[in-house]
């Protein structure tokens, strides 16, 4: 029997500063096979089945957050016994008495005293294109779902900082993420603040993109599943490409935009597709138009967004 209490693993186990889980051996600071504290017993089960296998295996365990350098963690048990896990760009290989000390740690790790991404983005009745909140020790900040896409990319930029600064202005609307020396950030409007601390600063990043992935999966059951599903996912995409074609109509410089925006539009309203990926390609196609396309056209193409994206 194992001694959860005394336990010590070979292949370290440790739950960092942000709540991610770090797995590694002979590798430091963010050099490590890294998930989520959610996920820590899913990855007990694959290395449970692993040890539990006598002949030659592969499995592939495709990660349910963007925690870490890659998103998929790689078993495979030789034919000698030993196993290899790869993720994040590590590798370890590992006997079956590892694998099964390392199971049982992941399956017995402490609470961690951090707020889940839901307490600090949630889903609001979508109003004039405002559809998330961010909110946190008792201040809330509502924000449209572009904005949740651009605010997700500068939280992440800001991480790996000292000091950030930045605003994203969008027409009448600003959002300013600011990250101070003291590693404490803020993100701000013009009137409404709220403070996140480097604990809880991961959880906002994966609640803005799980917030926007649930107002796109919204939108796609809005479409339903009936014969004029797919008629009603075309009449969306035509309309971006009618009102895209007619913003630039007089403006060369802006045409080569034209055909990126509505191959995105496609992934992300298509059938089919994977809801992390039309999340991702949503995130992916707003820094498009934020760093691409003449600021003068920001507001107009992403008011469209939120009338085509955001359903009603």
Request: charged content about 25%; glycine content about 8%; some cysteine.
């Amino acid at each position: 029997m194992f001694d959860h209490a005394s336990m010590v693993v070979d292949v370290y186990v440790k739950i960092r500063s942000d709540g991610a889980i770090g797995i590694g051996r002979g590798t430091e600071g963010a050099n490590e096979i890294t998930i989520g504290y959610g996920e820590a017993h899913m990855i007990a089960a694959a290395l449970d089945k692993l040890a539990q296998t006598a002949r030659s295996y592969k499995q592939a365990y495709k990660k349910t957050t963007n925690i870490g350098k890659g998103n998929r963690i790689d078993f495979e048990r030789a034919e000698d016994g030993s196993i290899l896990i790869a993720g994040d760009g590590q590798k370890y290989i590992c006997s079956e008495r590892e694998i099964r000390e390392l199971s049982e740690a992941l399956k017995h790790l402490p609470p961690v005293e951090v707020a889940p991404p839901s307490d600090y983005v949630n889903k609001t009745k979508p109003n004039q294109g405002i559809c998330l909140v961010v909110q946190n020790g008792g201040n809330s900040l509502p924000i449209m779902l572009h904005e949740a896409a651009l605010l997700k990319t500068a939280v992440e930029s800001s991480i790996d900082s000292r000091f950030y600064q930045e605003q994203i202005r969008i027409g009448s609307r600003t959002l300013g993420v600011q990250r101070s020396s003291d590693i404490k950030w803020r993100v701000l409007s013009s009137d409404k603040e709220v403070k996140f601390t480097a604990f809880e600063i991961e959880a906002l990043v994966q609640g803005l993109h799980n917030g926007i992935l649930d107002v796109l999966m919204d939108l796609v059951k809005s479409f339903g599943n009936d014969s004029l599903a797919n008629i009603r996912v075309k009449s969306h995409i035509q309309r971006v490409e009618r009102e895209v074609a007619k913003l630039f109509e007089e403006d060369k410089s802006g045409r080569g935009i034209i055909k990126p925006i509505l191959k995105s539009t496609k992934k992300i309203l298509g059938t089919g597709e994977d809801a992390d990926a039309r999340t991702l390609e949503f995130i992916e196609l707003c820094k498009s138009v934020h760093s691409e396309v003449n600021p003068k056209y920001h507001e107009t193409i992403f008011t469209l967004f939120s009338s085509v994206f955001v359903p009603e």
